[in-house]
């Protein structure tokens, strides 16, 4: 889940809607664009839209240290340039943006910079045998000034980066391919490509470290039957690290298994297979290659309210074996949504941890709520087995068609898992603000945010309060 700002980002919808639709966060002025809902083959054609955002914000502790070094005041300018084309078979959107900010921060004194820069682009088609997914992703970040929470696993990987760091600059690039076809055929092949890399530079902290992982998967299937079908899966991955001990890392997967419609709204699956991990540590030029079997077995059944299912594995890392088992429950309602999946997982140290997730919205004429809570046991990018949980949690109030209220939170928590010490970590954040429509085209934002750090006993908080005023032109149609 990805948390938004409160820039106007909704197509037809007033000023005050589109900036109450969004979610508060540290620096309320960050990715303005064009909204990503939107679906292949509603044929609109061409759209080109500009973002404007002024915002100024008065932090009691912007780096989060403890004393605090003193407060910090800004002013940030942010220009967001969408494009989107819409054909009856494909979508292409690029994204653009990037702002100008003038910071008084305690010791540094007064400074102006450009700064983070973002772009986007992404490109489907749907043709009646085959299908294209493209997206190129580039962010760059000044920590000290987004630290959004909802950041968390973009790369897949659970990071202690995720919770840590208020010092520095962080660059992320990210790219997918996924390509299918022979859709309607006897054979369908899939090939998937993923590549994701993370940079820092004047960072102190040990854990903020260079990494970047590629990931590859070859899929063929065989539908032998109209209720059945086979798979053959190949995946690669190859991960890199500048962390203490350089690390290098290539796992490869290959599993056979197939998927059986027992009924119209019954389905189980199956797969079986092997995997291998070559992990070389460049600081003490050391090498290990493990390997186990890896399976998996699902059940899902669609129901008149929702659906239910089951899943259980068996996957294989760096440290060992893991085994998860979850069941879950949808249920669909005409102003909401529930949904849930609980288990357990057993690690390669024999650790049992409970896992699971819970996503609820529910909408009514004037409010609405949403929640997702979820507990994961992952590897780190410092291969650590480590826990994490995550709440996210909103409500939103519409005052009148020009003015509403909205309030987050957001938490996260990770420990490590093993033999060693737990080192455990949170970050917590809560906001509030009311947005006004100022004009048929102006909306202005005003709040209020506190934000709580613990990294193993060391605390620290933060008190901050932020105005901001926004407008979306559109260029064409």
């Known amino acids: 889940m990805q948390q938004t700002t409160v820039a106007p980002t909704v197509v037809q919808q007033t000023p005050s809607q589109q900036l109450i639709a969004q979610r508060a966060q540290r620096n309320p002025a960050r990715r303005v664009g064009l909204p990503t809902g939107q679906q292949i083959g509603t044929g609109t054609g061409l759209s080109v839209t500009l973002d404007y955002l002024s915002s100024l914000r008065h932090d009691s502790n912007l780096r989060l240290t403890d004393p605090s070094l003193g407060s910090t005041t800004w002013w940030e300018n942010t220009l967001a340039l969408g494009i989107l084309k819409q054909t009856s078979d494909s979508r292409l959107a690029l994204d653009l943006s990037g702002l100008y900010r003038i910071a008084n921060e305690p010791i540094i004194g007064t400074d102006s910079s450009f700064a983070d820069p973002s772009a986007r682009l992404s490109y489907q088609r749907s043709r009646q045998n085959s299908q294209l997914d493209l997206l190129l992703d580039y962010r760059e970040q000044d920590l000290a000034f987004n630290r959004s929470l909802t950041d968390t696993n973009l790369d897949g990987r659970i990071d202690a980066a995720d919770v840590i760091g208020t010092i520095g600059d962080q660059v992320n690039s990210l790219g997918n391919l996924n390509w299918q076809t022979g859709l309607n055929d006897p054979i369908g092949f899939q090939f998937i490509y993923s590549y994701s890399e993370r940079t820092y530079t004047n960072t102190i902290d040990p854990n903020l470290f260079d990494n970047k992982s590629s990931n590859y998967t070859a899929i063929t299937t065989l539908r032998v039957s109209p209720v059945f079908q086979a798979n053959l899966r190949l995946g690669y991955t190859d991960f890199s690290a500048e962390d203490n001990v350089r690390t290098d890392e290539q796992t490869t997967v290959v599993t056979v298994g197939g998927t059986y419609d027992v009924s119209p709204v019954t389905t189980v699956s199956a797969n079986i297979g092997y995997s291998q991990v070559d992990d070389t540590q460049r600081t003490t030029n050391t090498n290990t290659v493990t390997e186990d079997f890896v399976w998996d077995f699902a059940w899902s059944k669609t129901l008149p309210d929702g659906s239910a299912d089951f899943q259980i594995d068996q996957t294989f890392g760096v440290n060992g074996s893991r085994i998860n088992a979850t069941a879950g429950r949808s249920f669909q309602r005409a102003n909401g949504v529930l949904s849930f999946n609980v288990g357990l997982t057993r690690g390669p140290f024999d650790e049992v941890t409970p896992i699971g997730q ?76 009311y947005t006004r429509a100022v004009t048929k085209d102006w909306a202005v934002n005003v709040g209020y945010q506190y934000e709580m750090d613990d990294q193993n006993g060391f605390k620290a908080t933060s008190n901050s309060v932020f105005l901001t005023l926004g407008r979306r032109f559109s260029l064409k149609p």
């Open 358 to 433: 819970l996503d609820y919205s529910y909408q009514l004429a004037s409010s609405r709520i949403g929640a997702t809570v979820q507990r994961r046991v992952g590897t780190s990018t410092q291969s650590i087995e480590t826990r994490e949980t995550l709440v996210f949690l909103t409500y939103d109030y519409f005052i009148n068609p020009v003015s509403g209220l909205s309030f987050s939170i957001d938490y996260i928590d990770q420990e490590d898992e093993g033999t060693g010490q737990p080192n455990p970590r949170q970050r917590g954040t809560f906001s509030a603000s």
